[in-house]
């Protein structure tokens, strides 16, 4: 079965440099076992990095323990919705690539806000 996105087509890789998702597997597939919902394909930001710290989240630091590499600016990355929608809110959410976003992340947010931050892709 494939797994959707926000805009109804079928899921599209997020990154693979660096390696995302729940999954590990470059997509924001989820789970049952996913309780954070990562499933929106972000690409980060300075200022998103520095809010998600600052929230708890440190999402710059390598932690090879983890195989975590640390991201920078215009990494892409599979983001918990809950997270993106309080970023939203405080100012700071990420450009979104929309067809990377799996269609769960509209249980959090709304496809709107999602389309207000689409990225640009080539």
Avoid at 6 to 20: D, F, I, N, Q, R
Avoid at 30 to 38: E, I, P, V
Wanted: one cysteine or more; aromatic letters at 6%; hydrophobic letters at 45%.
């Amino acid at each position: 079965m494939t797994a959707l996105n926000v805009l109804g087509g079928a899921l599209s890789l997020c990154s693979l440099e660096p390696l995302t998702g729940w999954q590990r597997d470059g997509c924001c597939n989820t789970d049952a076992s996913d309780r954070g919902l990562h499933v929106v394909c972000a690409v980060v930001t300075a200022e998103f990095l520095a809010f998600s710290q600052h929230a708890g989240n440190d999402l710059s630091t390598p932690r090879p323990e983890y195989g975590f590499p640390g991201l920078v600016p215009g990494d892409r990355w599979c983001l918990c919705a809950a997270r993106w929608e309080e970023a939203r809110i405080a100012g700071f959410a990420p450009e979104v690539v929309l067809e990377a976003t799996h269609a769960k992340a509209l249980e959090i947010t709304a496809l709107g806000h999602l389309q207000a931050h689409a990225a640009a892709i080539d």
